[in-house]
């Protein structure tokens, strides 16, 4: 059921460049300077740790490589590491850091601002959109391929990916919202993990209907079956989390644009933006966090939320 690695198709070096620059390392690199920065002057680590936690959740790829199959082209510029018979090229711990590290800080951004049960899946689809982004420039440069029966795909890209990858953002997000107020001091370190652990509580819970099946000897038509069930169980957690994090009152008109817009403006641009939309009577009450400072286009400027619903 697998094919082996390295493959018979290659990419070549400007491709390979590109996407590795494209798909996270340019982000990162900036992104990493401002977090230091924000770390040394204003005390707030979070930023830097969950960057290092991305890095850290990379670890996990050859792993989903292997079970979703994926292989990457035999001429990428740097194979960092050898794992599930996978190797696993330069390009992919900043990946995870832009993507498990800093999308995740960005919707945390969002949830602790305030967010319905009907925005959070808004919030979903549009970090499921950044993901297909991000992807299909890379598959088709043949810098990387998904084989075997892929349901519900465009582009070479298929789409049951996007429903996981953006599950794992969100749930991450929605993980780094629950404990930012509740852990102090050296226990932040523990933001660390937050990244591999919140990527394998999205993928296993929905993911393994089709993970069992791509890997099984079924007949096609059942793994589209099976692909759509793990479709459907991603919506659902989706609605867990939202029984979480949503406030039953929205405090901002969240569209995809607004989604979109929020992570590339400066942080007046965006104060302006959801001041505009903020009901009347929702108090501002901005955290003296370095969502007040400058921060990288992947984060908002400030968060604000009301009274959470209290977990259970």
């Not at 465009?154 to 049951?160: E, G, N």
């Not at 226990?187 to 660390?192: G, N, Q, T």
């Not at 659902?236 to 979109?260: H, Q, S």
């Amino acid at each position: 059921m697998t094919l082996p690695s390295p493959p018979d198709f290659s990419a070549g070096p400007v491709a390979g460049w590109f996407f590795t620059l494209y798909a996270g390392a340019f982000v990162v690199i900036v992104a990493l300077c401002w977090a230091i920065y924000v770390g040394f002057k204003h005390k707030n680590w979070l930023p830097t740790i969950l960057i290092g936690g991305g890095f850290l959740c990379s670890l996990c790829e050859p792993m989903l490589d292997f079970l979703g199959h994926l292989r990457w082209a035999n001429d990428l510029p740097i194979y960092l590491f050898h794992n599930f018979g996978i190797d696993i090229p330069l390009l992919i711990p900043f990946c995870y850091a832009a993507f498990l590290g800093l999308e995740p800080y960005f919707w945390y951004l969002v949830f602790k601002r305030g967010v319905t049960v009907k925005q959070t899946f808004l919030v979903f689809a549009v970090a499921g959109l950044t993901d297909a982004i991000m992807e299909t420039p890379g598959l088709n440069l043949k810098v990387y391929e998904y084989y075997g029966v892929q349901p519900f795909t465009f582009l070479k890209f298929p789409y049951w990916w996007a429903f996981l990858n953006g599950l794992s953002f969100v749930l991450i997000g929605a993980l780094i919202w629950y404990l930012e107020p509740r852990l102090k001091g050296w226990s932040r370190a523990w933001f660390l993990i937050v990244p591999p652990c919140g990527m394998m509580m999205a993928y296993f819970p929905a993911g393994w209907p089709h993970l069992l099946a791509l890997n099984s000897e079924l007949p096609e038509p059942l793994k589209w079956v099976a692909t759509a069930i793990t479709c459907a169980l991603v919506l659902v957690v989706v609605r867990i989390i939202a029984y979480f994090v949503a406030v039953d009152e929205p405090t901002v008109n969240w569209t995809v644009g607004k989604l979109v817009m929020f992570r590339f403006m400066l942080p007046h641009q965006r104060e302006r933006m959801l001041a505009k939309d903020a009901p009347a009577g929702v108090a501002d009450e901005a955290a003296p966090e370095p969502e007040s400072q400058p921060e990288p286009a992947t984060t908002s400027a400030t968060a604000v939320r009301p009274a959470p619903r209290p977990a259970t």
